[in-house]
């Protein structure tokens, strides 16, 4: 089992390196594969999402693509969103996130199918 949790982890890396965000594959395949709890398993994506974000804000900075006035009212909302989501969640029942998490997991793929060809920039 310990290879598979490394290549759970590997894979999640490369696809937070795409953008896409490695929470997409590292919540279900922990989950489904790991038998770990839903709220767990979004606790260490979390974890996992702070030395990801460094590295790309850093990597972004080195290559001047952040406009720094907007940074400061996304990091805030960011952590108020973070605070947020984890006060609701500690009163929801781990299946219940789960349904939400698959609604959204779905909802973002069909948005990502139709959206029309915009290269980001």
Not at 53 to 73: C, M
């Amino acid at each position: 089992m310990r290879w598979l949790l490394i290549v759970i982890g590997f894979l999640s890396g490369i696809i937070s390196g795409m953008g896409v965000g490695g929470g997409t594959l590292l919540i279900p395949a922990l989950t489904i594969f790991m038998h770990v709890e839903q709220k767990a398993a979004q606790s260490i994506n979390l974890l996992y999402f702070i030395p990801t974000a460094t590295v790309a804000l850093w990597i972004h900075a080195k290559n001047k693509r952040i406009q720094w006035r907007v940074l400061g009212v996304l990091v805030v909302s960011g952590v108020v969103g973070a605070l947020g989501g984890s006060f609701l969640a500690s009163y929801v029942e781990g299946s219940f996130l789960k349904k939400i998490f698959g609604v959204f997991l779905f909802i973002m793929g069909v948005i990502e199918f139709f959206k029309k060809g915009k290269k980001d920039l």
